[in-house]
């Protein structure tokens, strides 16, 4: 497909470079009157797609007679080329498409509107005054003559896209339908949803793993291939900003899938976090991992079964569904049934105090090949919304207005492997794997690889994890 755009924008280029002198020589230029109306839709850089499939009047319209003013942008090379019929001369200053769009197609103008002046144009397409169009997060309304368009950055952004995939950057950019017409704004709102570590985490001690230091750590490591069935694939947190509930409840499902020797294999609930761990159930507009383990070692957690992830994460009625209280044993039990009737166990889960796992990549994989799955608190950029395959690193939006399009929150995510590529130059990459929560269409099957031992987006900076809490009547 970009194949054609290239072979597209390419012939008018080479059409330009002997057209675009005569240009300028052919009319009494008088800039001031071209700008007299001004013509939103070639405005914006989200618009230079459809510029570039060689829409000029198709997009802008076309004109009877003579008609200075009806004159539009030949973006390629930054002229000027008019759609109205004096272009039609020996020396032609028509745009690309005037001939097949204004002369050969004959709907326009209008039958039933001689001379007409009210509407707007988009591909093609006449709309009335007052019409509202679409373009990805923004709408555009027809006033008059001319579309006016809000000025949102989108959270997709094709032209960062297109930049990743042009570019030896290791990984490759999609554009997802689940992010389509969301704003930057509206992405790092609803999709992220962890605090930034407060002081009292960050100082926590460290804990190293026991495993002898002699021990060799293989090159790949997968925590599901060591544990099949005991570690827990990635889920879709969807518009809810609580991956602090998504990460936490994942990483101690695993941790206790594996220490209790595959005896409670169950995935822990983020939805019980979410409603009961959250002032008045607003779970979905963030939260801390501190307070999440606090949850898991005080009150425990029932399954993911048990209690399912609600349909509409923003309901109002979004209340805890259930308590747990302790029977003086040692041991909590849910006070109410599953939410979800068709399962039959409340049993709740517990988790020890969370402990700090050094930012030593060594340490860190070590940690995970012991005890299991770990969780990373790391930065997110707004590239990494388009993430699709590959070894992620961060690479800067190129636009103009750069600022505008650039983001960074923090995001709470489960590491559960290792490995190494050898890159395109024949230089090794080494990368950690670990579990999103953006569902299973997102990365590589809702996972992502990342680059290791370089602090890449912070994803080093604070690890986290937990024992199950199993009392004696627990253990296998
Ligand atoms: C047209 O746009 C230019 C610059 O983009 C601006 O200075 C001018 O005020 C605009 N004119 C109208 C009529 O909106
Ligand atoms: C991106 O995807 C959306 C929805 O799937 C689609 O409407 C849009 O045209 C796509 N945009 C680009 C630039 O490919
Ligand atoms: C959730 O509700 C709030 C307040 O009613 C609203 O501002 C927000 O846009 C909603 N979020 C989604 C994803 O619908
Ligand atoms: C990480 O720890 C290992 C031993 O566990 C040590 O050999 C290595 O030097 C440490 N790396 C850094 C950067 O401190
Ligand atoms: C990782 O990077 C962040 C900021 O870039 C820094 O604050 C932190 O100390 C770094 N951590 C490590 C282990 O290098």
């Given at each position: 497909m970009w194949t054609g755009f290239k072979i597209l924008i390419f012939s008018y280029l080479a059409t330009e470079v002997w057209t675009k002198r005569r240009y300028l020589s052919q009319r009494e230029v008088d800039l001031g009157a071209y700008f007299t109306r001004n013509h939103t839709i070639l405005e914006g850089t989200r618009f230079k797609r459809a510029i570039?499939?060689?829409?000029?009047?198709?997009?802008?319209?076309?004109?009877?007679?003579?008609d200075d003013g009806c004159v539009t942008q030949f973006y390629e090379a930054n002229a000027l080329c008019y759609c109205d019929r004096f272009c039609e001369r020996e020396n032609s200053d028509c745009c690309p498409d005037y001939k097949s769009f204004c002369r050969e197609e004959k709907e326009w103008p209008p039958p039933t509107q001689p001379g007409y002046t009210e509407?707007?144009?988009?591909?093609?397409?006449?709309?009335?005054?007052?019409?509202?169009?679409?373009e990805n997060c923004n709408s555009c309304t027809c006033s008059g003559q001319q579309w006016k368009c809000s000025q949102d950055a989108c959270l997709v952004q094709p032209e960062l896209i297109e930049h990743v995939n042009k570019g030896d950057h290791g990984w490759t950019a999609q554009n997802y339908s689940q992010f389509w017409g969301m704003t930057l704004e509206e992405g790092f709102k609803f999709r992220l949803g962890t605090l930034p570590p407060n002081p009292k985490l960050l100082s926590m001690h460290e804990i190293t793993a026991s495993l002898p230091?002699?021990?060799?750590?293989?090159e790949v490591f997968i925590a599901s291939y060591k544990w099949p069935g005991w570690t827990h694939g990635p889920l879709d947190q969807k518009n809810c900003a609580a991956s602090w509930a998504f990460s936490t409840a994942s990483v101690a499902a695993d941790r206790i899938a594996i220490q209790s020797n595959g005896r409670y294999t169950a995935n822990l609930s983020p939805q019980n976090l979410i409603s009961c761990c959250a002032k008045k159930g607003h779970g979905c507009s963030g939260g801390s991992i501190d307070r999440a383990w606090w949850f898991l070692r005080k009150r425990g957690l029932v399954s993911h079964a048990c209690y399912p992830l609600f349909?509409?994460?923003n309901a109002t009625n979004n209340i805890c569904a259930m308590a747990s209280w302790s029977d003086g044993r040692g041991k909590r039990h849910a006070t109410k049934p599953c939410p979800n009737n068709i399962e039959k166990s409340?049993?709740?889960?517990?988790?020890?105090?969370p402990y700090r796992v050094s930012s030593n990549e060594t340490e860190i994989m070590r940690e995970i090949m012991q005890n299991g799955p770990v969780q990373a608190v790391m930065q997110v950029h707004e590239d990494f919304f388009h993430y699709k395959a590959g070894i992620y690193r961060h690479v800067a939006s190129t636009n103009e207005e750069s600022e505008k399009y650039r983001k960074l929150r923090t995001h709470a995510v489960k590491l559960t492997g290792w490995g190494t590529l050898r890159g395109a130059k024949g230089k090794k990459e080494k990368f950690w794997i670990a579990a999103n929560s953006w569902g299973k269409s997102w990365g590589e099957n809702g996972y992502f690889r990342i680059l290791r031992g370089v602090n890449e987006s912070d994803i080093e900076k604070l690890i986290i994890a937990a024992w199950g809490q199993l009392i004696s009547s627990d253990e296998p």
């Open positions: 570039f499939q060689g829409q000029y009047c198709r997009s802008f319209g076309c004109c009877e007679d003579r509407g707007c144009f988009r591909d093609g397409q006449h709309y009335e005054k007052g019409s509202v169009i679409t230091a002699q021990t060799d750590l293989p349909k509409d994460q409340n049993r709740i889960y517990q988790c020890s105090p």
